[in-house]
Structure formats: structure tokens, C-alpha cells
């Protein structure tokens, strides 16, 4: 079964940037990260988790959340099986957990239910 593992989460200052990381594994014979999209999606404490940016299998459409256009750049190496999430100009309205997704296919939306395969997320906090 497909496993994700993000990374590259911790406190940083408002205004600094981040980069988080998607690493995935475990593949099915015959598939790889090419045949998958994915999301990022953020947990803010409180609150439920929200869609913030998506890739299509190939790395060449990309999508994101007002919240975040702008100031976030979602990228992928299928070749290295990780999708990478540049975030700058943090604010700490950017703080919660930061979770990955996946779904075989070309493209997905933001919606939660798009996405069979989650990774376990990881931290983020923004503050002085």
C-alpha cells in the first residue's frame, strides 16, 4: 500500500520560509509516483483540515488556495518519489499540521474525500 511521509516541518519566524517534503513508497507492481496526484493540505489548531494546493501527476498543472497563492509553490521529482511544498512569507495564520495526499490519477481538487492514501503530517508553527 502506498505510505507518505512528510517532513521538513518546525517553528519558524513570521515572514521566513520552509520547505516541507512528501516521500513516497510502497507502490503497487507496476506503479510510481507518476501515476498519482497529489494535495497538501493544513490543520489549523481548532479547526478542520483544509485543501491548500494540489499537483497533477506530472508536476506541469498546479492549483492553489487563495489562502496560500502566492506565497506557497508546490512542486514534484517523480524520479525521487517526493513532492516538495516551498512556503514563504509564513504568517502564523500558516500554523497547524501539514498533511500530504494521494490518488491515482491525473489530477485531483482540494476536497478531502479526493484522496485514498494520507500521510501521518507534520508540524508547523509559525511565530516570535
Known amino acids: 500500500q502506498l505510505q507518505l511521509v512528510e517532513s521538513g516541518g518546525c517553528l519558524v519566524q513570521p515572514g521566513g520560509s520552509l520547505r516541507l517534503s512528501c516521500t513516497a513508497s510502497?507502490?503497487?507492481?507496476?506503479?510510481?509516483?507518476?501515476?498519482?496526484?497529489i494535495g497538501w493540505f493544513r490543520q489549523a489548531p481548532g479547526e478542520g483540515r483544509k485543501g491548500i494546493t494540489t499537483?497533477?501527476?506530472?508536476?506541469?498543472?498546479?492549483y492553489y488556495d487563495t489562502s496560500v497563492k502566492g506565497r506557497f509553490t508546490v512542486s514534484r521529482d517523480n524520479a525521487k518519489n517526493t513532492v516538495y511544498l516551498q512556503m514563504n512569507s509564513l504568517e502564523p495564520e500558516d500554523t497547524g499540521i501539514y498533511y500530504c495526499?494521494?490518488?491515482?490519477?491525473?489530477?485531483?481538487?482540494?476536497?478531502?474525500?479526493?484522496?485514498?492514501?494520507w500521510g501521518q503530517g507534520t508540524q508547523v508553527t509559525v511565530a516570535s
Open positions: 495526499a494521494a490518488d491515482e490519477g491525473l489530477i485531483r481538487g482540494l476536497r478531502i474525500f479526493e484522496y485514498d492514501y
Open positions: 510502497g507502490f503497487a507492481s507496476g506503479l510510481t509516483l507518476e501515476n498519482y496526484a
Open positions: 499537483i497533477n501527476n506530472s508536476g506541469s498543472k498546479t
